[in-house]
């Protein structure tokens, strides 16, 4: 691992231990007083964590859509067509996520195709 990687390592560490604080202060709250179920405890925080994995899936696939070549080849007749990002829900295993994705229209073709990236 190089030291900048360490680094993200270090601060996502540092970021997800102060989820967890914020989190279980608002299960709290939320809960009021006397002592939950284990279940009451579970339940939340693995919400929390899928809320948490929507939004990686969002960030990641904007940046993967955002670093496309601005042309690609057409995979049909090798012409050089425009790309474009589009939004669009799709429904991961840890709920619905807003996805930015690039798609390509080649009009002598007359189809759509997905860039590599």
Request: with cysteine; glycine share 6%; charged share 20%.
């Amino acid at each position: 691992m190089d030291a900048k990687q360490a680094r993200m390592e270090e601060k996502l560490a540092e970021l997800l231990k102060q989820a967890a604080v914020v989190a279980s202060q608002l299960q709290a709250l939320e809960q009021g007083p006397g002592t939950p179920h284990y279940d009451q405890i579970e339940l939340p925080a693995h919400e929390t964590g899928q809320r948490l994995s929507q939004m990686i899936q969002s960030a990641r696939a904007g940046d993967v859509a955002a670093s496309q070549q601005p042309q690609v080849v057409c995979p049909d007749c090798g012409r050089s067509c425009p790309v474009q990002t589009q939004s669009r829900e799709v429904h991961s295993m840890d709920g619905s996520v807003g996805l930015s994705e690039t798609v390509v229209y080649c009009r002598p073709c007359r189809r759509s195709f997905f860039p590599s990236a």
